[in-house]
């Protein structure tokens, strides 16, 4: 079984950065692909970005330019550098992992950006 563990979310003030850190435990699995989603209450969850095991990245609009996904790949984990926080990035920020037919999900870490 593999677990995704997250650290790094908290709260923040508008205009302020944090990073989120998700790396994988348990059996062995290389994802081939590792991503960020977000869901704030009363909306659905939303990819945030993601990026595949060669590095290609992908990131929704509204965080382009302010957030950066990255990962290192010999220890199967992914990062999310958040800078310019807004407000409405506030939500809990799930991390994803896929290979295969697999799909895993980590519990999810609230970010709060305080206006």
């Known amino acids: 079984q593999v677990q995704l563990v997250e650290s790094g979310g908290g709260l923040v003030r508008n205009g302020g950065s944090l990073r989120l850190s998700c790396a994988t435990s348990?059996?062995?699995?290389?994802?081939?692909?590792m991503a960020w989603y977000r869901q704030a209450p009363g909306k659905q969850r939303e990819l945030v970005a993601n990026?595949?095991?060669?590095?290609?990245?992908n990131y929704a609009d509204s965080v382009k330019g302010r957030f950066t996904i990255s990962r290192d790949n010999a220890k199967n984990t992914v990062y999310l550098q958040m800078n310019s926080l807004k407000p409405e990035d506030t939500a809990v920020y799930y991390c994803n992992a896929r290979g295969g037919p697999l799909n895993f999900w980590g519990q999810g870490t609230q970010v709060t950006v305080s206006s």
């Open positions: 348990g059996s062995i699995f290389r994802p081939d692909a």
């Open positions: 990026v595949e095991w060669g590095g290609s990245t």
